[in-house]
């Protein structure tokens, strides 16, 4: 067990440290200074390995590349690679949290003071994901501190660009990370996600015929395409919906997978019919579909409506789902942990697309998601997390690593 003692004494740096990293505005393209600042934590533990992984911006050629934001850049950019050698090398877990965030929400004050107040941290990142970046510290922490040695080898990827499409962690996959289960850290209440749904990020550009309002027949409105456009594939999703019930753990949900429309830019003036628009959004889907038959069925979809030259479908982001057997002896060895650290917890499927599938699907590593906080807040402007959740969250990832690298 874990003493009381050892864990009042390590609150105020895992406090500290938190409370510092939230000040950093690390949205995606600007986490190098949170980036210096964890590689700086990292390197004062003892035993531990902690190697930077630059990328560069020939990632933009794999094909699995994310690019919801134009222009970003690479060269110089890194993820930090963190290594604590066991006694032995035979079994190995591998941990990973993002540490870029979205932007402030509209109505957030004060989004990145760090603020800590009656054990809770405020401000964007605290949940989504910076919390679970400090249950990783505070992790390494215990180990240290506790002087335990594991029976093998505990990895953690800190990775860029998990907001926009996972490009942190795609460049982490293509340097074939070795493993036995990977735990991506991510708000879940700490359950144990075993089944991830996929994910696409859609952009269709309309051309048609601008022209005075008064040209009826005349003119062909973008505007008016774009709404055909969303009428189709609201119908196709019902569709997608309805025959991808019956998939386990996934059932449970109303709308597992989800279609929105976020953004749409059409025209300069009321009177007039735009000759071009801009549709973006995105479209979840469950594991009876790949992305390849998403994307596929997308475009498909479209030309029902309208001809090829009428529009240009471009996708931006592309996510396969990931699914491990929740049989799985480390899925059931963590649950176990859980329970050992009285955190009440289920196996369950996760409504929404994160890195999984990059270990689980490309690196063949079987992969669950798990962590402190609620998704019910990220990406919101009441972002929060429980000091308490991270400290029970790290308590149960080191009884997990002891148990599972032992046998």
Known sequence: MID????????????????????????SGKEHQAMEFLYEQFIKFKNVQVEK???????????????????????????????????????????????DVVPASEGMQNAFDGKFENGIFYGRGSCDDKGSVA???????????????????LIAHLVVEEENGGN??????????????????????????????????????????AGHSGQAGKTRSALLMAHTAITTLTQYHKELLANSRGIALFDKYENPMPITFGRLQAGNWPASAPSAAVLEGVLGFLPNKT??????????????????????????????????????????????????TNINS?????????????????????????????LKVAHSKDEYIKL????????????????????
């Open 4 to 27: 009381n003692k050892t864990i009042n004494k390590l609150l105020p740096d895992i406090s500290d440290f938190l409370s510092k990293l939230l000040k950093f505005p690390s949205t």
């Open 53 to 99: 992984v630059f990328l560069s911006d020939k990632i933009k050629d794999d094909e699995d590349y994310s690019s919801p934001i134009p222009d970003i850049k690479y060269d110089g950019r890194f993820n930090l690679r963190i290594f604590r050698k066991g006694n032995s090398s035979e079994k190995k877990i591998l941990l990973n949290a993002h540490v």
């Open 135 to 153: 249950t990783i510290y505070f992790l390494f922490r215990l180990l240290e501190d506790l002087n335990i040695k594991l029976p093998g080898d």
């Open 168 to 209: 942190g962690s795609l460049a982490m996959a293509r340097t074939n990370e070795k493993a036995d289960c990977c735990v991506v850290l991510e708000p879940t209440e700490f359950n144990i996600l075993t089944s991830i749904r996929g994910a696409v990020w859609f952009k269709i550009e309309f051309f048609g015929k």
């Open 291 to 340: 992305k390849e038959q998403i994307c596929s069925e997308l475009r498909d979809v479209l030309l029902t409506q309208f001809n090829s030259y009428e529009f240009r479908l471009i996708f931006t982001y592309r996510h396969n789902c990931s699914v491990t057997n929740s049989q799985q002896k480390f899925v059931q060895e963590l649950l176990g942990a859980n329970k050992s």
């Open 346 to 374: 289920e196996i369950d499927a996760m409504p929404a697309s994160c890195d999984a599938w990059f270990y689980n699907n490309q690196l063949g590593i079987p992969t669950a998601v798990y962590g402190p906080g609620t």
């Open 388 to 407: 308490s959740d991270i400290v029970d969250a790290a308590k149960a990832l080191l009884i997990f690593s002891k148990k599972f690298l032992g046998n």
